[in-house]
Protein backbone atom coordinates (compact mmCIF):
# COMPACT_ATOMS: atom_id res chain seq x y z
CA UNK A 1 0.00 0.00 0.00
CA UNK A 2 1.35 3.25 -0.94
CA UNK A 3 0.34 6.70 0.61
CA UNK A 4 -1.27 7.91 -2.02
CA UNK A 5 -3.82 4.93 -1.91
CA UNK A 6 -5.40 6.64 1.42
CA UNK A 7 -4.21 10.14 1.81
CA UNK A 8 -5.81 13.17 -0.83
CA UNK A 9 -3.97 15.91 -1.21
CA UNK A 10 -6.93 18.09 0.22
CA UNK A 11 -6.27 16.23 3.38
CA UNK A 12 -2.58 17.77 3.89
CA UNK A 13 -2.31 20.18 6.59
CA UNK A 14 0.06 22.73 6.71
CA UNK A 15 0.40 25.41 9.42
CA UNK A 16 -2.14 24.13 11.66
CA UNK A 17 -1.83 25.90 15.39
CA UNK A 18 -2.85 24.11 18.81
CA UNK A 19 -2.43 24.57 22.05
CA UNK A 20 -1.75 20.78 23.38
CA UNK A 21 -2.42 16.94 22.45
CA UNK A 22 -5.96 17.03 23.19
CA UNK A 23 -6.87 19.95 21.23
CA UNK A 24 -4.99 19.05 18.42
CA UNK A 25 -7.23 15.71 18.36
CA UNK A 26 -10.48 17.70 18.84
CA UNK A 27 -8.99 19.98 15.64
CA UNK A 28 -8.40 16.70 13.57
CA UNK A 29 -11.40 15.27 14.17
CA UNK A 30 -13.36 17.97 13.52
CA UNK A 31 -11.64 19.04 10.11
CA UNK A 32 -11.66 15.22 9.11
CA UNK A 33 -15.78 14.71 10.21
CA UNK A 34 -16.49 17.61 8.30
CA UNK A 35 -14.53 16.79 5.29
CA UNK A 36 -15.71 12.99 5.38
CA UNK A 37 -19.34 13.39 6.07
CA UNK A 38 -18.65 11.49 9.71
CA UNK A 39 -19.97 12.19 13.48
CA UNK A 40 -17.30 14.21 14.93
CA UNK A 41 -18.00 12.84 18.22
CA UNK A 42 -17.50 9.09 16.97
CA UNK A 43 -14.61 10.19 15.44
CA UNK A 44 -12.74 12.15 18.59
CA UNK A 45 -14.02 9.41 21.09
CA UNK A 46 -12.60 6.50 19.07
CA UNK A 47 -8.94 8.65 18.29
CA UNK A 48 -9.00 9.35 22.12
CA UNK A 49 -9.63 5.86 23.63
CA UNK A 50 -6.99 4.76 21.22
CA UNK A 51 -4.45 7.06 22.44
CA UNK A 52 -5.90 6.25 26.19
CA UNK A 53 -4.28 2.91 25.56
CA UNK A 54 -0.91 4.18 24.84
CA UNK A 55 0.78 7.47 23.58
CA UNK A 56 1.03 7.18 19.62
CA UNK A 57 3.98 9.49 19.70
CA UNK A 58 6.35 7.49 17.44
CA UNK A 59 9.19 9.83 18.34
CA UNK A 60 11.18 12.35 16.11
CA UNK A 61 8.49 14.58 16.66
CA UNK A 62 6.18 12.45 14.33
CA UNK A 63 2.87 10.74 15.67
CA UNK A 64 0.53 8.37 14.30
CA UNK A 65 -3.15 9.04 15.85
CA UNK A 66 -5.08 6.15 15.03
CA UNK A 67 -8.19 4.42 15.56
CA UNK A 68 -10.99 1.73 13.89
CA UNK A 69 -14.71 2.40 13.63
CA UNK A 70 -17.01 0.46 12.85
CA UNK A 71 -19.07 1.02 9.40
CA UNK A 72 -16.54 3.13 7.74
CA UNK A 73 -15.83 2.01 3.77
CA UNK A 74 -12.68 2.31 3.27
CA UNK A 75 -9.09 4.37 5.21
CA UNK A 76 -9.47 8.18 5.60
CA UNK A 77 -6.15 9.64 6.52
CA UNK A 78 -4.79 13.41 6.94
CA UNK A 79 -1.16 14.53 7.47
CA UNK A 80 -0.73 17.42 9.60
CA UNK A 81 2.55 19.93 10.12
CA UNK A 82 2.07 21.85 13.23
CA UNK A 83 3.11 25.68 13.30
CA UNK A 84 4.37 24.89 16.66
CA UNK A 85 5.50 21.40 18.08
CA UNK A 86 3.24 20.32 20.94
CA UNK A 87 3.99 17.94 23.94
CA UNK A 88 2.18 14.54 22.95
CA UNK A 89 3.22 12.47 25.21
CA UNK A 90 5.66 10.69 22.85
CA UNK A 91 8.16 7.43 23.36
CA UNK A 92 11.28 9.61 23.04
CA UNK A 93 9.50 12.57 24.96
CA UNK A 94 10.18 15.11 22.12
CA UNK A 95 7.68 17.33 21.48
CA UNK A 96 5.29 16.48 17.56
CA UNK A 97 5.04 18.91 15.33
CA UNK A 98 4.03 16.02 11.65
CA UNK A 99 0.91 13.96 12.67
CA UNK A 100 -0.33 11.29 10.01
CA UNK A 101 -4.00 10.77 11.27
CA UNK A 102 -5.98 7.81 10.00
CA UNK A 103 -9.20 5.85 11.12
CA UNK A 104 -10.17 2.91 9.63
CA UNK A 105 -13.18 0.09 9.85
CA UNK A 106 -13.32 -1.76 12.69
CA UNK A 107 -14.09 -4.88 10.18
CA UNK A 108 -10.49 -4.87 8.00
CA UNK A 109 -7.57 -4.51 10.62
CA UNK A 110 -5.41 -5.54 7.74
CA UNK A 111 -5.59 -2.08 5.80
CA UNK A 112 -5.65 -0.64 8.98
CA UNK A 113 -2.11 -2.02 9.46
CA UNK A 114 -0.73 -1.65 5.89
CA UNK A 115 -1.68 1.90 5.66
CA UNK A 116 -0.09 2.45 9.18
CA UNK A 117 3.25 0.44 7.92
CA UNK A 118 3.10 2.90 4.96
CA UNK A 119 3.41 6.10 6.57
CA UNK A 120 5.80 4.65 8.52
CA UNK A 121 7.94 3.34 6.13
CA UNK A 122 7.56 6.64 5.04
CA UNK A 123 8.23 9.06 8.11
CA UNK A 124 10.78 7.06 9.53
CA UNK A 125 13.07 8.68 6.92
CA UNK A 126 15.04 11.84 8.13
CA UNK A 127 15.44 13.44 4.82
CA UNK A 128 11.43 13.51 4.01
CA UNK A 129 10.66 14.63 7.49
CA UNK A 130 13.35 17.63 7.24
CA UNK A 131 11.82 18.19 3.42
CA UNK A 132 8.17 17.83 4.87
CA UNK A 133 9.27 20.33 7.39
CA UNK A 134 10.70 22.91 5.58
CA UNK A 135 7.91 22.76 2.83
CA UNK A 136 6.22 25.69 1.90
CA UNK A 137 2.81 24.53 0.55
CA UNK A 138 1.10 21.55 1.41
CA UNK A 139 1.86 20.39 -2.45
CA UNK A 140 4.81 20.08 -1.27
CA UNK A 141 4.44 17.67 1.45
CA UNK A 142 1.96 15.61 -0.31
CA UNK A 143 4.80 14.91 -2.86
CA UNK A 144 7.38 14.40 -0.50
CA UNK A 145 5.10 11.64 1.43
CA UNK A 146 4.97 10.07 -1.64
CA UNK A 147 8.60 9.27 -1.54
Known amino acids: MNISDILSEDMVLID ?5 KRHLLEELAN ?9 RNV ?5 LE ?14 FPHARIDG ?6 AFVRLNKAVDYDALDN ?13 QNGEDHLQALAAFSRVLKN ?9 AKTSHEIYVALQS
Open 16 to 20: VDADG
Open 31 to 39: VVSERQNLD
Open 43 to 47: VFEAI
Open 50 to 63: RENLGSTGYGNGVA
Open 72 to 77: LKHNIA
Open 94 to 106: KDVDLLAFLISSE
Open 126 to 134: DDICRKIRT
